[in-house]
């Protein structure tokens, strides 16, 4: 039986094209269901404030730092979404006078223009963000080398290459509305993929790349970095891959509620929980990863009911 046509955007693939009975589960999921979904591989924890939440986010990079050694150095890849933790990292590294000579840290992803890396004239350019609001914040006796800083900017090989070189403790993120982390966006309904997205197996060989964004992703970065202005919004972008995200120790999926919404945080936990990968929800491809943790703000859980607004 052929799978629905998307109610979004129908030359492409997304969530809306799942099975009905996979949606109406995860729509009935309570936040307490969600810490059932706990399983070996997969962690859920749900943060009751705020500031816990974002605290505990920036300690991971204090954590993965602190592993680094000049024998043996050792890094975070970080998302921009959410970036409330950033300048806690680089006040945390400076009160515990954290020296960052043996650390690394990887961009997830950036915009592509005229098939190009943006520069950090652009007012969305992730790495200007990562540099504003976290290191260029940290005292300069304790600052990172910049050969230590990678960005998915200029030769992608290179960026995919350092992921051998250094150990990377952990893959932080959030999620998007498409089911992103980074910009691992489902894939257009074309070609061999007509009728059906690609096998997971065939997803998890792409590596670090430019790729095109889903109309749902383009509207979501309007919004929560816009504006809603979307024609600022590139429809590019390079981004780390699952090859590489699979050479990460430890994934860590954050949910402060205003990335996604309640259904969408739902969903992807319960594909991970109940190994149901499908590349249409690219998050849920992470229930073959061996060590994945989802954390919640309490607040921004919500409900999967109907109010008119």
Same mark, same amino acid.
């Given at each position: 039986m052929s799978r629905p046509i998307s109610k979004v955007a129908p030359g492409w693939w997304d969530y809306t094209t799942l099975d009905e009975s996979i949606l109406q589960d995860a729509a009935r999921l309570s936040a307490d269901d969600l810490v059932q979904l706990s399983r070996d591989g997969f962690k859920v924890r749900i943060f009751d404030t705020l500031e816990e939440f974002y605290c505990a986010e920036a300690l991971e990079y204090i954590e993965a730092w602190?592993?680094?050694?000049?024998?043996?150095?050792?890094?975070?890849?970080?998302?921009?979404?959410?970036?409330?933790?950033?300048?806690?990292?680089?006040r945390i590294v400076n009160s515990m006078g954290l020296k960052l000579q043996d650390a690394h840290f990887w961009g997830m992803d950036e915009w592509i223009e005229? #098939?190009?890396?943006?520069?950090?004239? *652009? %007012?969305?350019?992730?790495?200007?963000?990562?540099?504003?609001?976290c290191f260029d914040r940290i005292d300069k006796d304790l600052a990172m080398p910049t050969s230590n800083i990678h960005f998915p900017a200029?030769?992608?090989?290179?960026?995919?290459?350092?992921?051998?070189?250094?150990?990377?403790?952990?893959?932080?993120?959030?999620?998007g509305e498409v089911k992103h982390w980074a910009f691992n966006d489902p894939p257009k309904r074309e070609g061999k993929y007509r009728d059906a997205p690609p096998?997971?197996?065939?997803?998890?060989?792409? #590596?670090?790349?430019?790729?095109?964004? *889903? %109309?749902?992703?383009v509207i979501q970065n309007a919004r929560t970095s816009g504006g809603g202005y979307v024609p600022q919004v590139p429809i590019c972008a390079a981004t780390v891959g699952p090859v590489e995200t699979w050479k990460a120790e430890r994934v860590s999926i954050w949910h402060p509620g205003h990335h996604d919404n309640p259904f969408g945080m739902r969903l992807s936990a319960l594909m991970i929980a109940k190994r149901i990968p499908d590349s249409s929800v690219p998050m849920s491809l992470l229930a073959d990863h061996p060590d994945v943790t989802f954390s919640y703000y309490r607040q921004g859980i919500g409900v999967v009911d109907t109010e008119m607004h």
């Open positions: 602190r592993q680094a050694t000049p024998d043996n150095p050792a890094g975070i890849c970080g998302p921009i979404g959410p970036t409330e933790q950033l300048p806690l990292v680089a005229d #098939g190009k890396p943006v520069d950090m004239t *652009h %007012p969305l350019s992730f790495a200007k963000a990562d540099m504003e609001l200029g030769d992608l090989s290179d960026y995919s290459a350092s992921y051998d070189q250094v150990h990377c403790v952990l893959m932080q993120g959030g999620q096998p997971p197996e065939e997803y998890r060989k792409l #590596g670090t790349r430019i790729t095109d964004l *889903h %109309p749902m992703t």
